[in-house]
């Protein structure tokens, strides 16, 4: 199976450990470049994006996790870690790994709308419908050429693919559906 990590700087990392648990994975939690190495696949969690940058750089992890990606690592950013893995950045701008070409809005749903539930379809993943929890979510403006949208919400992209990088602006780690992770343990093995 593939050897899969979490990054561990700020945010719901232990959740995402805990579902890859679930599907058998002993996940490694990554707080320093050196656990990077021999990784077949990573997850940014969800949580506060400046603050987990902010630590990335202070780690000088900013520019091994785009040689990660560089040398065919997978990458599944949650929320958060979305917008970390964006091409850019707005409300307001910010510093990002540029790993996935998507313009992303953070906080996108305002202040009514911070938290919402939802589900919507997801044909790559089958029935049901994709639960959906939103919590202060960013929203995907714009997606490039080879981005893949695999489900929406409210008419905008919700789960993304481009190559070996996955994106949800939503966490699937709070809920009890466990099929995107095993979507990207796929991913992360080359399976998908
Ligand atoms: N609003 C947060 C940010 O801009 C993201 C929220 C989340 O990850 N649940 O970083």
Redesign the pocket.
């Known amino acids: 199976s593939p050897r899969i990590g979490v990054l561990a700087l700020q945010?719901s990392f232990a959740l995402h450990t805990a579902v890859l648990q679930r599907l058998g994975i002993e996940a490694v939690e990554v707080r320093r470049t050196p656990a990077l190495d021999g990784l077949d696949g990573l997850i940014i969690p969800?949580?506060?994006?400046?603050t987990m940058l902010k630590f990335l750089l202070e780690e000088d992890l900013f520019e091994p996790l785009r040689t990660f990606h560089q040398r065919g690592g997978a990458l599944y950013g949650t929320?958060?870690g979305t917008?970390l893995l964006a091409r850019a950045v707005q409300n307001p701008a910010q510093q990002s790994l540029a790993l996935l070409d998507i313009e992303i809005q953070?906080?996108g749903y305002g202040r009514q709308l911070e938290s919402h539930l939802g589900a919507t379809p997801c044909p790559e993943l089958g029935e049901p419908d994709l639960p959906l929890v939103m919590?202060?979510?960013?929203i995907i403006s714009a997606t490039g050429a080879d981005v893949h949208v695999l489900a929406k919400w409210r008419g905008q992209p919700a789960f993304v693919r481009e190559g070996r990088v996955l994106a949800t602006t939503f966490?699937p780690e709070l809920t009890t559906d466990t099929r995107i992770h095993a979507y990207f343990l796929e991913v992360a093995a080359c399976i998908r």
């Open positions: 945010g969800g949580g506060e994006s400046s929320c958060a917008i953070r906080n919590i202060r979510a960013p966490h």
